[in-house]
């Protein structure tokens, strides 16, 4: 029983160190993202609210990355 409560309580303390620096590398992209604007541009859209931002149609795909776009204003 001991070594399992070691177990779990290391496996709690690891768990949690990934976490914390996830969360910093991502305050960290929040940061840079509204320094450049793009976080303004985030909007809320559809039933979910999933976030959507909107795109210059006229800029069009590119060659091997057709899924990304650019955003309206860049």
Do not use: H
């Not at 991502?26 to 909007?43: D, F, I, M, P, S």
């Not at 979910?48 to 060659?63: L, Y």
């Amino acid at each position: 029983m001991l070594l399992n409560w070691i177990a779990n309580t290391g496996r709690l303390w690891w768990d949690s160190s990934a976490i914390g620096a996830a969360e910093a590398q991502l305050q960290a992209a929040y940061g840079e993202w509204t320094r450049v604007g793009t976080l303004a541009k985030l909007e809320r859209c559809g039933p979910k609210g999933r976030p959507c931002i909107r795109v210059d149609e006229r800029a069009g795909a590119f060659e091997n990355r057709a899924e990304y776009r650019v955003i309206l204003g860049y």
